[in-house]
């Protein structure tokens, strides 16, 4: 599976992106969707995950409220919308597959996804 992550970019704090996550090559019967993303300095941290149907998301507490994950299957894209951008959402936004089931207790460890993108940056100007 390859993972393509696209939409970062340069925004001023209380602005918008929209990141893209287009997954290609090996598919699965359902998977499920994560992202997380890495600062200067920190460890990755959980942002976002969503099960195969889109029915199901789970919210690092930074992200709930502001952020919005979603899916489209029959493009095999997932899309976090991310609103009220602060400054200490700067980081590079990874996305990452598991193909296993949905389950909201282990969709934040980077451990059990299989398949990882390359990042792309988001930056919050103050």
């Known amino acids: 599976v390859q993972l393509q992550a696209s939409g970062g970019g340069l925004v001023q704090a209380g602005g918008s992106l929209r990141l893209s996550c287009a997954a290609s090559?090996?598919?699965?019967?359902?998977?499920?969707m994560g992202w997380f993303r890495q600062a200067p300095g920190k460890e990755r941290e959980f942002v976002a995950a969503?099960?195969?149907?889109?029915?199901?998301?789970r919210y690092a507490d930074a992200a709930k409220g502001r952020f919005t994950f979603s899916r489209d299957n029959a493009k095999n894209t997932g899309y976090l919308q991310m609103n009220s951008l602060k400054p200490e959402d700067t980081a590079v936004y990874y996305c990452?597959?598991?193909?296993?089931?949905?389950?909201?207790?282990?969709?934040?460890?980077?451990?059990?996804?299989?398949?990882w993108g390359q990042g792309t940056q988001v930056t919050v100007s103050s």
């Open positions: 990452a597959v598991d193909s296993g089931g949905w389950n909201p207790l282990r969709s934040y460890r980077p451990s059990v996804y299989e398949y």
């Open positions: 090559g090996r598919t699965f019967s359902s998977y499920v």
């Open positions: 969503i099960s195969w149907s889109g029915s199901s998301a």
